[in-house]
């Protein structure tokens, strides 16, 4: 249902074309606040996930029946199938219907999640008695007496969502009983608020969705559309070349959603990571890298490491603008290193912000990450090969990685995997940056 009121084309595919469904990893914010939610109510009974429909829901209706708490229970009502987070029964009577969410904050997406479940109980005959999440207390700090999750209620708006449901699910069902795809255009849905499994089986976005009107840019986008190849606009030469060495920075960072050093908030960002490439005046390349690998504070270790390995005038190339910010900080924990850290973000120049501005090619696809824009200009270059390919995934793998129980021959086999996924991250750059300049040299697309 979620689904279908996020594109109704993703959930007439899921009917017929079943994905694998995602599992928490207890190492991910979300693993580690559910996982904290069960310790806060020990006699709870949960559900597993790997049952069948048909074995959950026996399990559950068991579970409702004697225990106070249940996670994940498994209801229906006329084909609509729920797994709650929990059900908590309350003193009073009724039960308390929530979800549990690593966020410091309610989204629109939450409520809409929790009035599909309160509809379906509603129908089921065990009408919620209150409905709310439970989320990470903004006050929360590791070294301080206060809870990490509490409880929003959000009862009377998820009542309110439920009662508008009933001409969406007929609209929904009947979609479903369609024998033919619904035609549904691509865009921001696709992404927002959760990425669709199904994105790729859709058809790329056409050349109408191309930028309209007659800035430079607009020009630009839909002249490398017609053409099919990179184009460039007056400027971007002199905004890449330098005379002797240039050197291209990437970071990793964490966000804890509990903070494992005393006095950070939850989500605080702690660079644990960085890797740079520096190119010489004859063209060689060399490499240097970082890698915490304990949960102790990253930071002091890390600065240091990062003013060694950029020493000189040389300018810092970067892909947006998270490593100037991360730099930023640094300068502000650690004070005795301010003026040199700061110096550093003089020298930085946002590579993608000069793409973004100067050059288009088609393959982009109106897409501005660096996994794009690899491949589009230096074809046989991107992160198939890897086994880190994205920062949510270094994210989980750097938690393995430091966990005590993980041996440390696997601890090893992750850090590899980490330092091969950032160092692609800034050899990318340095691909880039040559695509573009060559580029450049040939003569920009002089638009009328």
């Not at 890298?289 to 890390?302: G, I, K, S, V």
């Not at 190339?317 to 850290?341: C, D, H, M, Q, R």
Request: hydrophobic letters at 40%; a neutral charge.
């Amino acid at each position: 249902m979620m689904w279908g009121l996020q594109c109704p084309l993703r959930l007439w595919r899921a009917k017929r074309a079943p994905r694998v469904l995602h599992v928490l990893d207890l190492h991910s914010p979300a693993g580690q606040i559910h996982e904290h939610a069960r310790r806060m109510f020990p006699d709870g009974v949960r559900i597993p996930q790997d049952l069948s429909w048909e074995e959950a829901l026996v399990q559950s209706a068991q579970a409702m029946a004697t225990a106070r708490v249940v996670f994940r229970p498994a209801l229906e009502f006329e084909g609509l199938r729920i797994r709650p987070d929990l059900l908590l029964r309350l003193p009073k009577g009724g039960w308390r219907l929530g979800r549990v969410k690593a966020t410091t904050k309610l989204r629109a997406i939450h409520l809409q999640e929790l009035a599909i479940e309160h509809h379906v109980m509603t129908q089921a005959g065990i009408p919620p008695a209150e409905v709310g999440v439970l989320c990470i207390s903004r006050r929360y700090r590791a070294d301080k007496d206060e809870p990490l999750l509490r409880f929003v209620d959000r009862s009377a708006k998820v009542a309110a969502l439920a009662a508008t449901l009933p001409p969406d699910l007929d609209r929904l069902r009947d979609i479903l009983a369609q024998e033919s795809a619904p035609e549904e255009p691509t865009g921001r849905r696709c992404r927002w608020p959760r990425r669709c499994p199904y994105l790729e089986d859709c058809a790329p976005p056409s050349e109408a969705e191309l930028p309209t009107g007659e800035s430079p840019q607009a020009q630009l986008h839909r002249r490398a559309v017609e053409q099919g190849c990179l184009m460039v606009l007056p400027g971007l030469l002199e905004r890449l070349e330098h005379d002797g060495r240039t050197s291209y920075l990437d970071f990793e960072a964490i966000a804890p959603a509990i903070p494992f050093l005393p006095g950070l908030k939850p989500f605080t960002t702690l660079p644990v990571q960085f890797s740079v490439h520096h190119r010489a005046p004859d063209g060689t390349l060399s490499s240097e890298a970082f890698l915490h690998r304990d949960n102790t504070d990253p930071r002091p270790p890390l600065a240091l490491a990062l003013l060694k390995a950029l020493k000189g005038e040389d300018p810092i190339y970067v892909w947006g603008e998270f490593e100037s910010k991360v730099i930023s900080k640094l300068a502000v924990t650690n004070p005795e290193l301010e003026a040199e850290l700061r110096a550093l973000r003089l020298r930085i120049v946002d590579l993608q912000s000069l793409a973004r501005s100067y050059a288009y090619h088609p393959d982009f696809m109106g897409s501005w990450s660096i996994k794009r824009v690899l491949p589009a200009l230096v074809p046989g270059q991107d992160y198939g090969e890897l086994s880190v390919s994205d920062g949510g995934q270094a994210v989980l793998v750097w938690t393995r990685m430091q966990h005590p129980s993980t041996p440390p021959e696997q601890a090893q086999v992750l850090a590899d995997q980490l330092l091969a996924y950032c160092g692609m991250d800034t050899l990318a750059l340095v691909h880039i940056r040559d695509a573009l300049l060559q580029r450049a040299r040939l003569g920009p697309e002089i638009l009328e």
